[in-house]
Nanobody, 126 residues
Framework: QVQLAESGGGLVQAGGSLRLSCAAS????????MGWFRQAPGKEREFVAAIRWTSGTTYYADSVKGRFIISRDNAKNTVDLEMNSLKIEDAAVYYC???????????????????WGQGTQVTVSS
């Protein structure tokens, strides 16, 4: 059974950095897509970043491009999200998700994703 566990959330000042990590377990994630999403209070969940496990191809939401970096560690089975130059509007609960695409048309920015973690809170103060 696939399990995803996020860690690394916390409180950070605007302009600061934070690194989130997602530990994936339950199977080999070769060929999977790993994604990060976030949901702020009163808002819908939105895509943040994704990475194809095998190729390492990355995808980013325009709002985080140039500030966030997604990466994976094959040995540790983790996917990290390095968040730099954090803004007030980046505050949210961040979720890790994964899916094994069933066709070549799968768009990592749209999903859908099959497995989700419980989320980790990121708070950005002014």
């Amino acid at each position: 059974q696939v399990q995803l566990a996020e860690s690394g959330g916390g409180l950070v000042q605007a302009g600061g950095s934070l690194r989130l990590s997602c530990a994936a377990s339950g199977r080999s994630f070769s060929s999977y897509v790993m994604g990060w999403f976030r949901q702020a209070p009163g808002k819908e969940r939105e895509f943040v970043a994704a990475i194809r496990w095998t190729s390492g191809t990355t995808y980013y939401a325009d709002s985080v491009k140039g500030r966030f970096i997604i990466s994976r560690d094959n040995a540790k089975n983790t996917v990290d999200l390095e968040m730099n130059s954090l803004k007030i509007e980046d505050a949210a609960v961040y979720y890790c998700a994964t899916v094994l695409p069933t066709n070549v048309y799968f768009n990592p920015t749209l999903g859908p994703y099959d497995y989700w973690g419980q989320g980790t809170q990121v708070t950005v103060s002014s």
